[in-house]
Structures are given as C-alpha cells and as structure tokens.
C-alpha cells in the first residue's frame, strides 16, 4: 500500500515524526542541516525535552580507528538493554567541491532493518571543527521522537574533538594501534578530552603497547578532577571525576564491548552525581546560542544599509578622517 | 504496481499530496547539496564502478551516501529514507538486474519515497534496459558511460524533485 510523499511544513513533519514515522524525522534532519528561518521555525517547534534515560555518546578517533564498526557493536548492546538508538556519522565535506562521501553506514548495515534504529550521515558542510552546526538540532531532534541513546561519530583530532566534547553527555576516543606513540596522543589532544579511551582492533599487534603508553601519559597528565584545558573560558572547561578508564575492543568480534558499555555507564553516572553532567549540558547549550548569535552577527555583514555606510566609513578612512577601529567599532555600534 | 516515469514527477497522488503540502518544499530543498544513495544490491563484489561513480557525485558537489556490498533491497530503501535521500544509484553486475531494480523501485513507493529518482549502472543488455525504463528506472549507464553524463543526469532529475 504506497504512502503518499511527505509535505515540507515543518508543523505537520514534527507531528508526524513524533508519531513515528522515520521518513518525517528524516527529513526534519534535512531541515536543521539547511539552517537559516525554516531551521529556526523547527527548533521552536521541538524544544529541547530529552526523555530521562537520555544520553549523548560522542565517539570521536582518527580516521580507520574504527569508529563505525564500533558504533555497530555498541548499537547491538544499546539495543539489547531496549533502548532506541540514533546514530549520528558525522564526516567532513570537502572544502573543494563541496561533497563529501560518506560510509560510515557499510559497517552499520547488520542493524539497517532494526526499527529502534536511526542512522543518518551528515556532512559538515564546511563548518570549522569538523562536526556539523546543526548537531545540537539534530540531537533535540532525535531525543523528541523517542530516542533514548545517541552516538555522535566523528572523525577527529584537536579542534573537531574539542567540539564534539562540547556537544556530548560523555566522550570515547577511539584509537587503534599504529597511528602514532605517546607523543602524538598528546599532541592531539585526545587525553584533554576523553571520559573514555579506547582501544580498539585490540587483537592486532601494539594494542597492548598503545594501552599502556595511554596509561603512562595519564599518569604525567592531569590527575582526577583535574580540568581539561579547553579553547575558550572556563565554562567550556571539562571537568572528570575519575580518571578515564583505558579499555580495549575489538568491533569486529564484539570483544571487550560490554565492557566498554559498563565503564561508559559507570563515568555517565559519576557524571551526574558530581553536577559535572548537567553543566556540560548547560555549556552545550551556551555554546549553541553562541553559536547561532554570531550566525546573526553575521548576516548583519550582508545588510545592504550596513554595506553602504561601511563603504562611506571607508572613504573616511581613505581621506584620514578616520582610523579602521574607529570605524569598525561605529559599525559595531550601529 | 509500478512506478511513474521520475521525469515526469511523482505519480498523479503524489502530486495532490505535495501541493497539499505547500511552499515549504522549495525552502526546504532549494539550495542544499543533492543527496543520493549509492548501492551494491544483490551477490555480486563488484564494486569499482559504483565507488567511480560515487567520487564522481562527489566531486560534483553532492553528498554520496554509500552502503557497501551484498545490501537487499529493503536496506537500500531504508537507507534512502533515513538519509532523506534525493536519487538512489543502483550498481548491478550480477544479472539479477531485473528483480533487484524492480524491488527496490515497489519498496521506495510502499515507503512512501516513490518521489526518489532511481538510475543504475552494470551488465544491462539493451532489452533488459528498456524493460527498466518502462518499470520506472530513470536512466541506466552501461560500460563505456562517462561520468560526466551520469553527473549530469542526477544533478538535472534530482534538481526536478527539489522542484
């Protein structure tokens, strides 16, 4: 029995998508990835309400750490407990044609038929940092239609882990073998940001070798409670209760994934117990107004009165009435 | 059941439905980088020619959502729907042609996705193509197609859905 095509108003998607139906909730992604007014109209029609067991696992690593294969395996755990699980495969655009190619889905095909499973790829359209502003949409998104557990994919090293940090409940940086020694690892900044390490293709040589060097490094770096040195003020700092547990995994076999399920819910809980959970999501949400602000800052650029008188200040300069700054702070004002 | 031709839009229900529906779907759409689904349905490993094809959209600027190898025709159409997909690129060297393109084109209408358009590529004697054609396939690409052509299709038929 075919289904006749969606409508596009946001009104009726949202409805439809909180009665279920994956094709609304689908497209209501393609609505907060395009920003701008219609993705404004949806996020006040879906405020941010997640359900209690609501949780926000960013999985950031170097490209073949096997970050989706271990997503997979984790979908498989999740989906045991009963939760419902939207997966987010973040994977960059490219900066010169401005496609991307993204596969994260070959490893995640055993659980393409599941129902309580949403998996969608997003680009990241050129956003700095590596993951796409319209993650925190997504996520209110998937939290409103009854997801309970969220894995955030991403590639990533230094800055785009920093920003996946700041959008997740709790993080697990997924490394693998051969890609580097200590030196790189904090290099990248991996220890600042990890609740979790993880090291994954555990059966392959130098796992054992890549564990204990994260170790050693988390010995000389910051100890328990400690604050990670984050870009930015102090609100965006990250605050650990305990020291990141280092485990192994192996994706492919399943291996060391409970596991990894057990430490993620253990951190999670000292998380909240310490008010560490509910200030993260508070500075994820600063940083997302934040976000959005300078969005309308910058669309101010565009306005064609601000433009001319830009151009006037500019004569003013040129004549040495008037210095840049001067200028630039009367726009400003303006 | 078969499916409408895509150059002509949905079918004559669909129609009423996206008029119902209003403005919105030009905003919605307008402006935002094709998405299509490129797929390996069916036994076969060969997969050079969709991955060609899938660097090609690419470097043409959409966003290419791969599936990988050995994927049925449900999973293909439950990708195309939670990717909110614009095209769905079929590569079939198998000979299983026929019944994969038709499945997977019943499965798009049934999911209420019969607005995706359907092209593909592979081992497709000329029989067999207009045999797809008329089933609702929008265009087949057979050894020796270059990509640029296949580029052009998609950006020209996905571009029609954004409408």
């Known amino acids: 029995m075919p289904i006749p095509p969606l409508p596009f108003d946001p009104a009726s998607l949202v409805e439809a998508a909180r009665a279920g139906d994956e094709r609304a909730l689908a497209r209501l992604v393609s609505v907060a990835e395009g920003g701008g007014e219609p993705a404004a109209r949806l996020a006040r029609l879906v405020p941010f309400q997640p359900p209690a067991s609501w949780q926000v696992i960013g999985l950031p690593g170097s490209p073949g750490a096997g970050k989706s294969s271990l997503a997979a395996a984790l979908i498989g755990v999740y ?32 659980h393409g038929l599941d129902d309580s499973v949403f998996i969608r790829s997003i680009a990241s359209r050129g956003h700095l940092g590596g993951l796409s502003p319209a993650l925190p949409d997504v996520l209110a998104l998937v939290a409103a239609c009854g997801y309970s557990t969220a894995l955030v994919e991403t590639l990533g090293a230094g800055q785009a882990e920093v920003e996946i940090a700041r959008h997740a409940d709790i993080t697990a940086v997924v490394l693998a073998p051969g890609f580097g020694d200590a030196v790189q690892l904090s290099k990248a900044g991996i220890l600042e940001i990890a609740d979790v390490l993880v090291v994954n293709k555990a059966d392959l040589e130098g796992a054992e070798a890549l564990r204990r060097a994260l170790e050693q490094a988390l010995d000389t770096a910051a100890g328990a409670g400690d604050t990670a040195a984050g870009a930015g003020g102090p609100s965006r700092r990250l605050v650990r209760p305990t020291r990141p547990p280092v485990l192994r995994t192996c994706a492919r076999t399943g291996e060391g994934v409970p596991g990894l399920v057990d430490a993620l819910e253990h951190q999670l809980a000292a998380l909240a117990a310490s008010g560490e959970l509910a200030r993260r999501r508070r500075a994820a949400v600063v940083a997302r107004i934040e976000a959005v602000w300078r969005e309308l800052v910058s669309a101010r650029f565009e306005d064609p009165t601000a433009r001319a008188r830009l151009d006037d200040l500019a004569a003013g300069v040129l004549a040495g009435d008037l210095d840049p700054y001067s200028a630039a702070r009367q726009m400003s004002g303006s | 059941m078969s499916r409408q031709q895509p150059l002509e839009g949905p079918g004559a229900d669909g129609d009423e439905a996206i008029a119902a529906a209003g403005a919105g779907r030009a905003e919605v759409l307008t402006g935002r980088p094709i998405r299509v689904v490129v797929a390996k349905p069916g036994l076969d490993g060969h997969d050079r020619g969709a991955k060609v094809v899938a660097r090609a959209l690419r470097d043409a600027g959409m966003e290419v959502i791969y599936t990988g190898l050995h994927q049925t025709p449900e999973q293909i159409v439950r990708t195309a729907v939670q990717e909110d997909a614009d095209a769905v690129g079929l590569s079939v060297l198998s000979g299983a042609h026929l019944g994969l393109f038709r499945r997977v084109l019943e499965l798009l209408v049934e999911a209420g996705a019969g607005d995706v358009v359907v092209f593909g590529g592979g081992i497709i004697p000329p029989d067999d193509v207009a045999t797809l054609e008329a089933l609702g396939v929008g265009a087949l690409f057979t050894p020796g197609a270059s990509t640029r052509e296949i580029v052009a299709w998609v950006r020209q038929h996905a571009a029609l859905r954004h409408g």
């Open chain 1, 79 to 110: 989906r045991a407990e009963g939760r419902r699980v939207a997966v987010l495969a973040v994977d960059p655009s490219s900066p010169y044609s401005g496609g991307a190619l993204l596969g994260d889905r070959v490893r995640m095909q055993a």
